[in-house]
Every structure is written in C-alpha cells, then in structure tokens.
C-alpha cells in the first residue's frame, strides 16, 4: 500500500477552499488505496469542540503543530517553525511521496525536510498570494510573494494547480513542473434535487428573487463590490422584491454589515454537508466578485446545485464560467457591470434556464472521481522516478 503524508498549514475544522479540497482528496486517496496521513496546524477547542465529523471527512492520523492565531483574521493559524517535530513525524510515517499543500511553514518546512531524505514531494499552488498583497493594501509585497512562490514550487517534483490560468501564471514565474489538477465537484452532493421552497421560505424569501454569496468575508474576496451592486440594482425593482443572501465569516464582516443596504441577510458559516447543499439549490442566482482565484470552488457548487451563476471575468474563473454559455461574466471591479447581469438574471426567465442547465452539464464534466483517478496515476509516477533503477 503506498504512503501519503499531506503537509498543509490550514485543515479541518478551518474552512476554507484549502481545507476541503485536501479533506476531499484525501478520502478520495483512502477509496483508491493510499494509506494517508497529515501534519497541520493545531487548532483551538472553540473550533475543534464544535466540529462535526461527517462523511465527508477522512479519518486520517493528524499530527498537530502548535500554532497561535494571525491577528488580522484569528480563524487562520500559523503554525510554528517546528522543523524537528516535522522532520521526526516524516520519518515515523514513511511516506513515498510528501505533497506539500501551503507555502506557509507546515509546507515550507516539510518541502525541505523530504528533499533532504530523498523523498519525491509535490506541491499545490491554490493561491494567488501575489495578487492577495494588494488586496490587503500592500502591493509593494507583491514582487517578493511571487519570488517566494516561484522558489518553493520550483523545489518540488510536480506542482498541481486547479486552472489553466493559475499554470500560466506559475510559468511566468518560473515554475515548469507543473499539472493542472484539482478541478473536480461531488456532483452528488451538489444537486438541483435539494431545492427545497421550504428552505427558500424560511430565509424569508418566499417572493423575492434571491442572490447568494458563498465564501470568507476577506478583502480578496471583494463582497463589497457585491453589496454595491445590488444596491444599485435594487433601486429599480419593487421593494423587497429581491434580496442577497451572504453565507461565510471573516475579518471583513463587522465592515461589511455596516455597509450592507436593506434586504441583504448575513447567514454566517454553514455546514458544508448538512446546510450548504439545500441552500445553493434553493437560491435563484449565484454572484461571485473575486479576482484572486486559482479555481472558485464556490462557482463549481454553485453551477452543480444546478443555479445560474454572474462572476468576475479573472483567474481560475474563466476555465469555468464562460460569459452567456455557463454564466454571466462582468470586468473585475465594475460595479456597473455586475448590477447589470444580475437584473438581467431576473428579467430574462429563459436566460436563467439556459445556463443553469449549462453550468450543471459543465459541473458533471468535473467529476472528482476522475479527478482522483488521474492523481493516482500522477503520484505513482512520481514514485516510480526516484525507485527505478
């Protein structure tokens, strides 16, 4: 049976785009055979205690790292450098293959570790850390990211990245070993068939066509720009007519609730498994106003549960949402634009059909078992390099 050992600064109970996909890879890893262990940061009672275990979740040996909170979003952990504990836990679990999935110190630190051992290591590139400098107001940073980003990865065997336009990006900086991978959607869990009017009246949205935002409430994810356009849109439609639901939590949330304009609902985080599902389904359009994002897992959920979808026209998003086939697409950063595509959501009941049906037939082409398959093949080459002969 051959061994994974995952090394990620962000896992489970965090959630995040991070920490699902690596959740989901590794039970997909676990039905194909692999036997999986992870080394992340630790994790404060108040999240671990409320965690539920799900079907959802590996049941994978986690050596934990000590972390303290980073004080601009205290969710997120940073893990300390704790290179000996890291290098005495890859040496107990004997891994084949170490794949790195942050940039951070778990990551960093175990890159490091696996090449002095001799141990074939992959990476994962999930974000665009370089673009994230700006939208934290600190663009003189940008330079010195993308350096860092582009030696780490280029220490690596193979670095996996979820869109076509995140490899490019990896290219520019010099990274070559490089495999667009990661782009897969349960298909199953995400689903129009868990439409529920109940649910839709229970958010108070009986008649009111409704928006849904799903994601961190973090100056990258720019929700502002969301809250902005549908004030705009609004002012032209009867009163309570519409309305935009925003499920996740975040630094920005205090702000963004100061800002928010009548018949805008904050749900806060929802459960991936038992609350998201239903509540994608029983939306009527899905908005989305990044321009950071490697893939925009959210949109694949979105366009799975079967609802039409307006997006940002950058990044990982465009090997998606194509503007009037799978979505609609608006500039990044115009107000205008996004304003104008959801009104024409509610106008246009036959332009919703349309591309719902297309953004669901897209999803079902990424399926992640496929996905999954396709990784097996990939770490067993990577194996068989460094044992062959």
Partial sequence: ??????????????????????????????????????????????????????????????????????????????????????HRRIRQFQPDLVHCATEFVIGRLALSVARELGIPCCTTYHTNFGQYASAYGVPWLRRPVERWISHMHGLADRTFTPSAVAEAELHRMGVRHTEVWGRGIDTDLFHPRHRSPAHHAALGAERAFTFLYVGRLAPEKNVSLLLAAFDRMQHH?????????????????????????????????????????????????????????????????????????????????????????????????????????????????????????AGRAWAEQQAWYLEMVRLDASYRELISRRVAP
């Fill in 1 to 86: 049976m051959a061994r994974v050992l995952y090394c990620t600064d962000s896992y489970l109970p965090q959630i995040n785009g991070v920490s699902i996909v690596t959740a989901q890879t590794l039970l997909g890893l676990q039905r194909l055979g692999w036997s999986c262990g992870v080394i992340a940061p630790a994790y404060p009672q108040r999240l671990t205690g409320s965690a539920r275990p799900t079907s959802a979740e590996p049941a994978v040996p986690v050596h934990s790292i000590p972390s303290v909170a980073w004080p601009p979003y205290p969710d997120l952990r940073l893990a300390w450098p704790a290179r000996r504990a890291i």
């Fill in 237 to 357: 439609r009867p009163p309570g007519s519409v309305q935009l639901l925003i499920a996740g939590h975040g630094p920005d949330e205090a702000m963004l609730r100061r800002h928010a304009g009548a018949h805008v609902t904050f749900l806060g985080a929802q459960d991936r498994t038992t609350r998201l599902p239903s509540l994608y389904a029983s939306a009527d359009a899905f908005v989305f106003a990044s321009t950071t994002e490697t893939l925009g897992l959210v949109l694949l959920e979105a366009m799975a549960s079967g609802v039409p979808v307006v997006a940002a026209a950058a990044g990982g998003v465009l090997d998606h949402v194509r503007d009037e086939a799978t979505g609609l697409t608006f500039a990044g950063g115009d107000v205008e634009g996004c304003a104008r595509a959801m009104d024409r959501l509610i106008t246009d009941p036959g332009l919703r059909h349309r591309l719902a049906t």
